[in-house]
């Protein structure tokens, strides 16, 4: 199976910055949709990103203009740039590939805490 893996997280004041990673396993990661994810204290998760290999993205209405995902498939790795950040935005954030046989594969978390 994929193997994914995210890092980047901490705690940031409100109005800061962090830049997530994610690393997959695969030789046809190129191939894969990205996809960004978060989970906050007592509430379902959520999407937050995706950006498909043919480039397309799409982000939750929460983070747009914000948040920006990105991808370099020479480094297996997909990222998520996160500016602007507020007290909200705290959660526990998840990376996921997306197959084209529409297999997911979920890294294991990596906590984001925004507060003064």
């Known amino acids: 199976q994929v193997q994914v893996v995210e890092s980047g997280g901490g705690l940031v004041q409100p109005g800061g910055s962090l830049r997530l990673s994610c690393a997959a396993s695969s030789s046809i990661f190129s191939s894969y949709a990205m996809g960004w994810y978060r989970q906050a204290p007592g509430k379902q998760r959520e999407f937050v990103a995706v950006l498909t290999s043919g480039g397309s993205t799409n982000y939750a209405d929460s983070v747009k203009g914000r948040f920006t995902i990105s991808r370099d498939n020479a480094k297996n790795t997909a990222y998520l740039q996160m500016n602007s950040l507020k007290p909200e935005d705290t959660a526990v954030y998840y990376c996921?590939?997306?197959?084209?046989?529409?297999?997911?594969?979920w890294g294991q978390g990596t906590q984001v805490t925004v507060s003064s």
């Open positions: 996921c590939a997306h197959t084209s046989t529409r297999q997911r594969y």
